[in-house]
């Protein structure tokens, strides 16, 4: 992992604007309550960003219940909506049940994009859930175990065993991560992947105490 420049700020700086960071606060806002430039907070925030995505990088691959959907985050445009929609940045995301989230910004959501990250990122013996997009349709012979929702019938179905299977969790995460970057009022798309890697951290490393705690050690050590 790169090692980063230590900031010239002072450490109780610092620790406040990590606080500021965890609560939600925005760099504008935590700039003026700390009495320090604007510019000094929003580029300490981006250097926590950064932090936090090298340190996520390269988590251990999932294993059990997957399941793996793609969405697409933007501003509110007319016309056409969901796959294909102007101007929206698509994400891909995997969500082991009852574990942690990994998420993705591909250039495109082709076979030959995704495979190689489903490979890294999941077990060979998992059982992966997903939605009826074709990419998914190799699967089995990829060594998967797979299992697909139809959204058009309904969000839940239900196997022989009349066990139910979903991808409900990872689009919660969807659900979630979109709330939460609503209040930026729009992201430079350069910078978006690390927005979106925040969101993934506060998924699997929170709750708020423990965010700060970890957060703290990444920076301050």
Known sequence: MPQRRRSRLPRRTQLRLIEHFVAGTTARTAADLLGINKSTAALYYHKLRETIAEHIADESPFGGEVEID??????????????????????????????????????????????????????????????????????????????????????????????????????????????WLRRYNGIPKGHFELFLKECEWRFNYGPPRELLKTLRRWVLI
């Open 70 to 179: 793609e969405s697409y985050f933007g501003g509110h445009r007319k016309g056409k909506r969901g796959r294909g929609a102007a101007g929206k940045t698509v994400v891909f995301g995997l969500l082991k049940r009852g574990g942690r989230v990994y998420t993705a910004v591909p250039p495109d959501l082709k076979r030959a994009t995704l495979l190689p990250i489903l490979r890294q990122r999941v077990e060979p013996d998992a059982v992966v859930i997903t939605d009826g997009l074709n990419v998914y349709d190799t699967l089995v012979a990829e060594g998967f175990t797979h299992e697909r929702v139809s959204h058009a019938e309904s969000l839940v179905q239900y196997d022989p065993n009349g066990v139910p299977t979903h991808i409900n969790g990872i689009e919660n995460f969807w659900g979630q991560a979109k709330r």
